[in-house]
């Protein structure tokens, strides 16, 4: 299932959590490490750089943070990312350098790359957001099956197990998701793609992509 692997999906070096990677093949296999990955990485940073706020949350000296954002540690705020009004940050959350989190969006258990955008009523939870992501106004991750059995990722039609009860999306480098649209549990979403608005995802969908439906995806062209 190479397609799927965190080498085919992300550039490593667009992110303060690149060490959470080494040694893992598949995304999904990092989550319920992210917690603790924070508070240790956390505990590194430079103190010139990062200003510790309350219990495990460090926020970058260069960072924006509206005064009226919530932020629930352990997170870490990386440089010159942009915490808007209302942004709801339950915890276990990595927000990369000039990305953005807008006004009333809410992470949950995440890794933000470098200049991601969930700017506008996005919920993201236990997701992994690669390089120069964004997901549109009202897009969201559904990250628990409604039956509660464990998340499977759907690659061509064979089921990769997870052994996660919890797993939102995964998105590779500069995935555009449309408004509105759905991240079903399990959903994987090759780099350079775009999903249309309003659509439903489910399973994987290949890198160079349009998505516009479910069994209509477009390759893209070259202009």
């Known amino acids: 299932m190479q397609e799927i692997e965190i080498e085919n999906l992300f550039d490593r070096t667009k992110t303060i959590a690149a060490g959470i990677f080494e040694g893992k093949t598949y995304p999904f296999e990092v989550l319920p490490l992210i917690r603790d990955f924070i508070i240790e990485l956390g505990k590194k940073l430079p103190d010139d750089q990062f200003e510790r706020r309350g219990e495990d949350v460090w926020i970058a000296r260069s960072a924006v943070v509206a005064p ?12 010159e990312a942009e ?4 942004a709801f940050i339950r915890g276990s959350a990595i927000v990369g350098k000039h990305a953005v989190v807008g006004n009333s969006t809410e992470l949950k258990n995440v890794i933000l790359f470098d200049n991601v955008q969930v700017p506008h009523y996005n919920y993201v939870g ?5 390089y120069k992501s964004h997901m549109g106004a009202g897009s969201i991750t559904s990250n628990v099956k409604s039956d509660k059995t464990l998340v499977e990722v759907k690659v061509n039609g064979t089921p990769v197990r997870t052994g996660l009860k919890k797993m939102g999306a995964v998105l590779g480098d500069e995935v555009e998701v449309g408004c509105g649209s759905i991240l079903n549990p399990g959903s994987v979403i090759g780099p350079c793609t775009n999903i249309y608005p309003l659509s439903s995802v489910r399973g994987y969908v290949p890198g160079g992509s349009i998505y516009k439906k479910q069994g209509e995806v477009a390759e893209k062209r070259e202009m």
């Open 68 to 79: 009226t954002a919530y932020i629930h540690g352990p997170v870490i705020i990386d440089e």
């Open 83 to 86: 915490i808007r009004h209302c």
């Open 126 to 130: 236990d997701s992994i957001l690669g």
